[in-house]
């Protein structure tokens, strides 16, 4: 079975752009989370989708939006990028929530300058 | 508010010797329970969870953790350490009704010869 996929791995955005981070979820699971991890912190949450829909949201502002497709794959808008935005944007897919743990990405790492 | 509190920032630890690493949890009920790894430049990889049942849980990489509602604990353990385990550790606790991880600040683990 594959893992999480995400793209790019890397990118380098300019302050007051838009950027899409794209996230493949694995085979067999509909849930999908994001989650942003500054520099030397853990992960924070980010939202989640499960089956096309938003299931919940962290304490981050609405130029933070989501996506999923029908197929489970997921993407993470960001607008009007700050650069405090710089961080790694992690993507986790379950089948059943926190019942089976989450499988991460690798994540894409978003400097923004 | 619910928390997770890794008090270890850095631990340094000789390769062959036991390495223990403390988590504290905040909620009002008994969370999911998890260990992630990250590898520098990677994502999360889930190294135990604990949902209910036996409160010793054994994970992948001969790593174990255990349980201790009293104490509101979750801290990871293992034998005997190898170069190959230096990287940074998170706890995370998930609400039993809810499927948003909350992570710790993480611990790093570096392992000398």
């Known amino acids: 079975e594959t893992g999480v996929t995400q793209s790019p791995t890397h990118l380098i955005k300019t302050r007051g752009q838009q950027v899409t981070l794209r996230c493949s979820s694995q085979?067999?699971?509909?849930?999908v989370s994001w989650y942003q991890q500054a520099l030397g912190q853990g992960p924070q949450f980010i939202f989640q989708?499960?089956?096309?829909?938003?299931?919940g949201r962290g304490n981050f502002p609405p130029r933070f939006s989501g996506l999923q497709f029908p197929n489970y794959s997921s993407e993470l808008n960001v607008n009007a990028l700050e650069l405090d935005d710089s961080a790694l944007y992690l993507c986790?897919?379950?089948?059943?929530?926190?019942?089976?743990?989450?499988?991460f990405g690798s994540g894409t790492r978003l400097t923004v300058v | 508010a619910q928390s997770v509190t890794q008090p270890d920032i850095h631990i340094t630890v000789s390769e062959g010797a036991s390495l223990e690493l403390r988590c504290n949890y905040s909620?009002?009920?008994?969370?999911?329970l998890f260990w992630y790894v990250q590898s520098p430049g990677q994502g999360l990889q889930l190294l135990l969870k604990?949902?209910?049942?036996?409160?010793l849980v054994q994970g992948i990489k001969g790593f174990e953790a255990e349980f201790k509602r009293s104490q509101s604990s979750f801290n990871l353990r293992k034998p005997s350490v190898h170069w190959s385990d230096a990287a940074e550790y998170f706890c995370?606790?998930?609400?039993?009704?809810?499927?948003?991880?909350?992570f710790g600040a993480g611990t790093t683990v570096t392992v000398r010869a």
């Open positions: 986790a897919s379950s089948m059943k929530g926190a019942q089976d743990g989450y499988t």
């Open positions: 085979s067999g699971h509909n849930t």
């Open positions: 989708y499960y089956r096309e829909e938003e299931n």
């Open positions: 909620y009002g009920a008994t969370p999911y």
């Open positions: 604990y949902f209910s049942g036996d409160t």
């Open positions: 995370a606790v998930a609400p039993s009704n809810d499927y948003k991880l909350s």
